[in-house]
């Protein structure tokens, strides 16, 4: 008798270990979207998704100015940056020390590479630093106003009139 039940649990580690090795995995079931206000990360793509902008995730980033790690995302192919706090509270917090024009963020002069504009809806404040009037649409109809920021122009200036030779 000793022996059969030892046979029969050999037989099961064997057809477990088969079934776990059969290349055939549980399907996992695709993110759902709740379809609800914008809160979070999550529901930011959602609605962006929604209003038919390109998103995709693009990895990490962090700001010396925000205590919080931030997602960078791609809007239409255009970096944008993502920070989620734990309650809108926080978000606030963080979002009091940009200043209007997003080039003063608390006690510093940030020299940003392209124009800033800085949304912030709940618990999220994202950062665009570029001048895609079509990337800033998107993100106004979604998150509403931006919280700060301004637009660099660069000056229509003159074509040089060459100098005439003698």
């Not at 790690?69 to 970096?79: F, L, Y």
């Not at 993100?139 to 074509?159: F, H």
Request: glycine share 8%.
């Amino acid at each position: 008798m000793k022996r059969y039940l030892i046979l029969i649990a050999v037989l099961l580690l064997v057809a477990a270990w088969v079934a776990a090795c059969s290349g055939q995995s549980t399907p996992v079931a695709p993110t759902v979207s709740h379809g609800g206000p914008v809160e979070d990360y999550v529901s930011l793509i959602d609605a962006l998704r929604a209003v038919g902008a390109a998103v995709e995730p693009a990895g990490e980033v962090e700001q010396p100015f925000f205590s919080v790690k931030g997602q960078i995302i791609t809007v239409n192919g255009a970096d944008v940056q993502v920070f989620e706090y734990a309650d809108e509270a926080a978000a606030e917090r963080e979002a009091e020390k940009v200043g209007p024009d997003g080039f003063h963020i608390d006690n510093s002069i940030v020299d940003w590479v392209a124009s800033p504009h800085f949304y912030k809806k709940a618990r999220l404040i994202a950062l665009y630093v570029g001048d895609d009037a079509n990337v800033k649409s998107v993100l106004q109809n979604v998150l509403g106003a931006q919280l700060a920021g301004t637009d660099l122009e660069t000056p229509d200036l003159p074509a040089p009139t060459p100098k005439p030779t003698p």
